[in-house]
Antibody, heavy 120, light 107 residues
Framework: QVHLQESGPGLVKPSQTLSLTCTVS??????????WSWIRQPAGKGLEWIGR???????NYSPSLQSRVTMSVDTSKNQFSLNLNSVTAADTAVYYC????????????WGSGTTVTVSS | DIQMTQSPSPLSASVGDSVTITCRAS??????LNWYHHKPGKAPKLLIY???SLHSGVPSRFSGSGSGTDFTLTISSLQPEDFATYYC?????????FGQGTKLEIK
């Protein structure tokens, strides 16, 4: 069974870059017709989709974050990553990674999330 | 962006009750509608995809219906583990968007 685990710093200073990695276990990140996504949830708020990446490297980002987001995939490590630059307190959230079916684009496997706080 | 609006929130019910959560899209999304169950500190779980298809391993007391702009998630015979927040999500067009969530609370 595929399992996803987010990792990265829990504290990032304002104006710096937030960098997270999602490690895929129990299956190959290249093993099927899937996209890989990042989603976040600020405290007390709902879920916000950040973007997706295909194992071939093609990406789609949320228009509201597009100017600050970069996603990448490392098939040799079975990982994909999120970089969000010029962060502010508004980027404080729980960040989730998820697998997205390329058929109907539902997110069928999620990580348990990692909390990132932006503060000096 | 397509706006997703859920109701009611919150929702109070008792173990054994049947409840229905509604999700409305700001434009037609065919049946590209998914439902998730989420508890604090845990990974969200896919319940229903394509509006009415039950995800593998999800109990049959969960069901979904709808198409176009109006959708429902019904949970029959509530179990203690069902008290959580439920989100709908459209996958019709990018950016994917979620409803604001419906918190199902024990009465």
């Amino acid at each position: 069974q595929v399992h996803l685990q987010e990792s990265g710093p829990g504290l990032v200073k304002p104006s710096q870059t937030l960098s997270l990695t999602c490690t895929v276990s129990g299956g190959s990140i290249s093993g099927g017709p899937y996209f890989w996504s990042w989603i976040r949830q600020p405290a007390g708020k709902g879920l916000e989709w950040i973007g997706r990446i295909y194992t071939g490297g093609s990406t789609n980002y949320s228009p509201s974050l597009q100017s600050r987001v970069t996603m990448s995939v490392d098939t040799s490590k079975n990982q994909f990553s999120l970089n969000l630059n010029s962060v502010t307190a508004a980027d404080t959230a729980v960040y989730y990674c998820a697998r997205v079916s390329s058929m109907d684009y539902y997110m069928d496997v999620w990580g348990s999330g990692t909390t990132v706080t932006v503060s000096s | 962006d397509i706006q997703m609006t859920q109701s009611p929130s919150p929702l109070s019910a008792s173990v054994g009750d049947s409840v229905t959560i509604t999700c409305r899209a700001s434009q037609t999304i065919s049946t590209y509608l998914n439902w998730y169950h989420h508890k604090p500190g845990k990974a969200p779980k896919l319940l229903i995809y394509d509006a009415s298809s039950l995800h593998s391993g999800v109990p049959s007391r969960f069901s979904g219906s709808g198409s176009g702009t109006d959708f429902t998630l019904t949970i029959s015979s509530l179990q203690p583990e069902d008290f959580a927040t439920y989100y709908c999500q459209q996958s019709y067009s990018l950016p994917y968007t979620f409803g604001q969530g419906t918190k199902l609370e024990i009465k």
